[in-house]
Nanobody
Framework: QAQLEDSGGGSVQAGGSLNLTCSASGYTHRTYCMVWFRQTPGHEREGVAAIDSDGITNYADSVKGRFSFSKGNARHTIHLQMNRLTPQDTAMYYC??????????????????????????WGQGTQVTVSS
């Protein structure tokens, strides 16, 4: 059964760092778009960082220069390094993924601007809290 598992959240002071992990398993296809969304109470989920299976990345303006992806040792494991965190980064963070046949690559858009409603695979969420 296909599933995503996200982890790595925690509580840090402003200026600190955290490393989130998203691990995917059970998917048939190797081509994917993986996106980190975050959500605060009363607000829609917003995309903050996206990466596709070619390693092409896309970041929200609010996190550019502070957040970056790296690939884990295990297949389909992605890390999101978050540096210089601010209280505005406090949110529940969710990993989402879309796996599809390679032949459909040209039809897909893998950016933080894609609506969360386009994704049907989600991790359970991991809380990030940044105190001032």
């Amino acid at each position: 059964q296909a599933q995503l598992e996200d982890s790595g959240g925690g509580s840090v002071q402003a200026g600190g760092s955290l490393n989130l992990t998203c691990s995917a398993s059970g998917y048939t296809h190797r081509t994917y778009c993986m996106v980190w969304f975050r959500q605060t109470p009363g607000h829609e989920r917003e995309g903050v960082a996206a990466i596709d299976s070619d390693g092409i990345t896309n970041y929200a303006d609010s996190v550019k220069g502070r957040f970056s992806f790296s690939k884990g040792n295990a297949r389909h494991t992605i890390h999101l390094q978050m540096n210089r965190l601010t209280p505005q980064d406090t949110a529940m963070y969710y990993c989402a993924a879309d796996y599809y046949p390679w032949i459909q690559r040209a039809e897909k858009t893998c950016t933080v601007g894609v609506s969360p409603h386009e994704y049907n695979s989600w991790g359970q969420g991991t809380q990030v809290t940044v105190s001032s």
